[in-house]
């Protein structure tokens, strides 16, 4: 059974910088492409954004979405079976619940279908 924890989240001021933890049991992080989303204040779950997201496999294709490209970095540590989502230069619009989800196996992308989701945790952007 395929289990995602996010951790990391908290309060911090524009500018700042926080590392999202996205520990995951039940399947190893480098066998499923992983992605992480945000749904943002007032927004609807189904209306999340998808912010980046990691390709299974050696070559561990990356991408991002246009909103935080250049500010955030997603990364892989397999001996941890973690993924990690480190932000920097944060704006409020970063504001929101990040979740971490898997899409189903064999699968290379995390724009439809993602199949197992966290509890999500809070990021806050405010002075």
């Known amino acids: 059974q395929v289990q995602l924890v996010e951790s990391g989240g908290g309060l911090v001021q524009p500018g700042g910088s926080l590392r999202l933890s996205c520990v995951v049991s039940?399947?190893?992080?480098?066998?499923?492409?992983i992605g992480w989303f945000r749904q943002a204040p007032g927004k609807k779950f189904e209306d999340r954004e998808q912010?980046?997201?990691?390709?299974?496999?050696?070559?561990?294709?990356?991408s991002y979405s246009d909103s935080v490209k250049g500010r955030f970095t997603i990364d892989r540590d397999n001996g941890k079976n973690t993924i990690y989502l480190q932000m920097s230069s944060l704006k409020p619009e970063d504001t929101g619940t990040y979740y971490c989800?898997?899409?189903?196996?064999?699968?290379?992308?995390?724009?439809?279908?993602?199949?197992?989701w966290g509890m999500g945790t809070q990021v806050t952007v405010s002075s």
């Open positions: 989800a898997t899409a189903p196996a064999g699968w290379n992308t995390c724009d439809y279908g993602m199949d197992v």
């Open positions: 039940g399947v190893t992080v480098d066998t499923y492409t």
């Open positions: 912010v980046s997201c990691i390709n299974r496999g050696r070559r561990a294709d990356r």
